[in-house]
Structures are given as C-alpha cells and as structure tokens.
C-alpha cells in the first residue's frame, strides 16, 4: 500500500488535534501530535526554572531533551510522562516563544520527519504542510473564529479537570495567532496547495467527513 501524508495545520485551538486522531484511526495511520513535542519541550525549560522568552537559555536543551510520543497519545520527555503537565496553561502560555526558536525547530522538525518515513500518517501543527512534508498527498488549513476556538478548550480543559477561565483562553489564543504567525522561522502559514476549511460552524463529525472526503478525493478512493 502506498505510504500517505496527512498535513493538518492551523492556528491555536481549532480542533485539530481532536479531527486528526480520529481520521488516523479511521485510515489506519498514524497520529503525530507536534504541538505536544513543543509542549514537552517548554515544559523541560520550565522544570529547569529557565525563563523561556530566554532564547540562549532554552535552546542548549536541545543536546539533553528526548521527546517521545507513544502510540497512546502518551508524551514522555526524558522518560517522566507529561501528557497531562504539557496541556496546563502555564506551558500553553510559554510555548508559543519556545516554537519560534530556529534551533528547537530543527530538532523536533528532523525528530517529525523521521517518524513519517516509514508509516502513513495524520500530522498536525502549523509547519506540516509548508515545511515539515512539503510533499504531503493532503494538506488541510483548519481556522475558526477566535471565540469558537477559546470556548472548545475551554470545555476541552473543564473535561480534563484543568483550571482555567474563557477569558484566560482567549487572550492566550489570541497571543500565540500572533506569535505563532509572525515568528521569522516557518511561521503558521497556509501552504499554497492547502485546502482551507473554516470549522466555525462544523461539528467534529462533520470535519472529520469532510477532510476523509477530500483524502479519498486525492489518493483516489
Ligand atoms: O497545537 P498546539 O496548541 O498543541 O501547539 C502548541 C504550540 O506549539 C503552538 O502555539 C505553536 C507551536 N507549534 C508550532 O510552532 N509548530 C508546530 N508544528 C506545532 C506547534
């Protein structure tokens, strides 16, 4: 069977993860989370008490930080399990300057790339479509308003037990937009090739249809 990529990019909090990992399971691919390898990293810097708007002081990391994503979901960084820590808003409010480092990109991006070499998969971040898998059979653009964006990881973190307010979480989607796209290595930017799909006023099943259709659509299903 012919190995595929998935590229799923978009900004902050627009369900990309969530539609990913089912599309991976109904496809039989794989899901790499590369929002959770920056995590893991900014959580490192903070377990180490390093200020991480502190470029110098984050970026050496690189030589001792091992991020692994487990088949689970399950993210460990240096053997301890982070899945949980890495979703709390202290990191989500400090990882948006730990992606813009240049020399923490290129080492997650080659750990990334590697894991696409072998096995299909279902990618999702900012970077998939225009510089991790430029070549990537499907690229989706997922947005959403800022409003929608905030309230789904409100609920999202409510779930998860995770203390936070809707204002908290929309000034912090509005800040790592920002960051995000105007940071001057591989910013969050549609790959001309992408297709875009505003999930505003889309439930999860209805994005996840759409994005299996146009997968069936390109590798000729
Ligand atoms: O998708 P997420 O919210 O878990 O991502 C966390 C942060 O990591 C996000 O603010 C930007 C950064 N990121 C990135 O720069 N490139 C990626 N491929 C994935 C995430």
């Known amino acids: 069977m012919k190995k595929v990529a998935i590229a799923i990019d978009g900004p902050a909090a627009a369900g990309k993860s969530t539609v990913a990992k089912l599309i991976a399971k109904q496809m039989g691919y794989t899901y790499i989370d590369t929002g959770a390898m920056y995590r893991a990293y900014t959580w490192y810097c903070m377990e180490k008490g390093v200020d991480c708007t502190n470029h ?27 899945t949980k820590q890495i979703r709390e808003t202290r990191v989500s409010a400090n990882v948006s300057y730990i992606a813009s480092y240049k020399e923490v990109r290129l080492f997650l991006v080659d750990q990334q790339r590697k894991m696409a070499e072998n096995d299909s998969v279902v990618m999702d971040g900012r970077d998939i479509g225009t510089y991790v898998l430029p070549n990537a059979e499907v690229k989706i653009f997922q947005i959403a308003s800022v409003e ?16 936070c307010t809707l204002a908290e979480i929309e000034e912090d989607v509005r800040k790592r937009d920002y960051i995000d796209s105007h ?18 006023y889309m439930n999860v099943e209805e994005v996840v249809n759409a994005i299996i259709k146009i997968i069936n659509g390109k590798i000729g299903k």
């Open 56 to 82: 110098d002081a984050c970026v050496p990391f690189v030589n001792e930080v091992n991020i692994v994503l487990k088949p689970n979901n399950v993210v460990l960084c240096n053997g301890i399990d982070v």
């Open 148 to 163: 929608t964006r905030a309230k789904r990881r409100y609920d999202e973190n409510m779930e998860k037990g995770i203390l």
């Open 183 to 200: 940071r001057e290595f591989a910013p969050l930017k549609k790959a001309n090739d992408a297709i875009e799909l505003d999930t505003s």
